[in-house]
Structures are given as structure tokens and as C-alpha cells.
T-cell receptor
């Protein structure tokens, strides 16, 4: 089975740094995605990790440790527009049957306050 | 097209009626996915297409749900005899292929309300 855990809600101050954690237990692993979803809108892609380590992309960074089943999304220099839900999603290992769907966590609702 | 396009964007239907949701993926994307997001819940996988075939239908919640894809492009998700618990946002997504690392891009969703 697949199980992905993220904190339900977080609050942080404008200009600060926030780390959103994600732990997963899946039947296989073939990559982890982070998506941002503003209220009432579709998710948008932020990052993809398949190897251990840190991937940096502007103000956003994502870290993966496969041995620990753990990832985090780091947001620096927070802006009010960063208030959104952040979804962690794991792609299970490719199988002969071709099961390539992403399994999503329930998302972390981040509120950025002045 | 430039992005994944879904229609209708909003649909209110009476319990027991059938609804059809349409998805037009990004041009050239061979993989197409349907997800469902109920209020306050995470995204729930429904079905995945590679070309016109659906290797994984494991997420369809009941036999009232079906999906097809023709010409390797447009897909329709059909819900028969809708129930109130079917109320949700139905999100379509596509990727260049189903291989690892290909980013999945989402449409804006079809917001379904069953009254």
C-alpha cells in the first residue's frame, strides 16, 4: 500500500523560511514530486526528486532521503502569495502492468502572515 | 494546446443523472490521468491512459464511473446515476509519457456538484 504523511497546516511570517516535511511508505519508489495548489485552482508543479539530496530552484528547494522515506520542501524569503497548499506526491515503482500514477498526500496548508 | 483543457469548468446536476467530463491534454502528451479531489481531501487517483489504453483503472470508485480516450488525445470521464458523494473537483493531467521524471501537468478541473 501507499501512505504519505504531511502536516495539515503551517503558519509562517513574510520574509521567513519554512520547511514542509513529507514522509512516505510506498510499495516502491520512482520519484517524489511537490506541487503547489492555491485555493480553487489546479496544482502546479514545483519540483521533482528521484536521487538523494537537495534540488534548488530559486526560492524553493526540495530534499530527498530515500533510505528514510523522507522529503522536505524549503521555501525562503516567504511572500504573501506563497499562501497555498503544498502537495507531496510519490510515484511508485514502474511495473509490467504500467501503474504510473502519483499517490498524493493530503497537502499542507501554508498561511503566510505579515 | 498550451495547457490541459477541461470542460465543463462547473457542473451542477441532479442526483441520478449522468454527467460527462472532457479533457484535452497538452499536444503531444501520450499519458493522461484523471484525479478526484473532494473538499478538504487530497487528490485521489482514478485512472491513467497511455495512448488510448488504460493499463490502470484501479482507482475508479465504482462501476458507475468509466473513461475512454480516443485518437490518443481527448478523454471523457463519465459518471452514471450520479450520487451526492460524487461531488468533487475532477482534475485531468497529462505528461509527455508515463516514464519516470516526466512532469505531470494539471488542468483547471471540472467542479461537479450533485444536488
Amino acid at each position: 500500500g501507499q501512505n504519505i504523511d504531511q502536516p495539515t497546516e503551517m503558519t509562517a511570517t513574510e520574509g521567513a523560511i519554512v520547511q514542509i516535511n513529507c514522509t512516505y511508505q510506498t510499495s516502491g519508489f520512482n520519484g517524489l514530486f511537490w506541487y503547489q495548489q492555491h485555493a480553487g485552482e489546479a496544482p502546479t508543479f514545483l519540483s521533482y526528486n528521484v536521487l538523494d539530496g537537495l534540488e534548488e530552484k530559486g526560492r524553493f528547494s526540495s530534499f530527498l532521503s530515500r533510505s528514510k522515506g523522507y522529503s522536505y520542501l524549503l521555501l525562503k524569503e516567504l511572500q504573501m502569495k506563497d499562501s497555498a497548499s503544498y502537495l507531496c506526491a510519490v510515484r511508485p515503482i514502474d511495473s509490467g502492468a504500467g501503474s504510473y500514477q502519483l499517490t498524493f498526500g493530503k497537502g499542507t496548508k501554508l498561511s503566510v502572515i505579515p | 494546446g498550451a495547457g490541459v483543457s477541461q470542460s465543463p469548468s462547473n457542473k451542477v446536476t441532479e442526483k441520478g443523472k449522468d454527467v460527462e467530463l472532457r479533457c484535452d491534454p497538452i499536444s503531444g502528451h501520450t499519458a493522461l490521468y484523471w484525479y478526484r479531489q473532494s473538499l478538504g481531501q487530497g487528490l485521489e487517483f482514478l485512472i491513467y491512459f497511455q495512448g488510448n489504453s488504460a493499463p490502470d483503472k484501479s482507482g475508479l470508485p465504482s462501476d458507475r464511473f468509466s473513461a475512454e480516450r480516443t485518437g490518443g488525445s481527448v478523454s471523457t470521464l463519465t459518471i452514471q446515476r450520479t450520487q451526492q458523494e460524487d461531488s468533487a473537483v475532477y482534475l485531468c493531467a497529462s505528461s509527455r509519457s508515463a516514464l519516470s521524471g516526466n512532469t505531470i501537468y494539471f488542468g483547471e478541473g471540472s467542479w461537479l456538484t450533485v444536488v
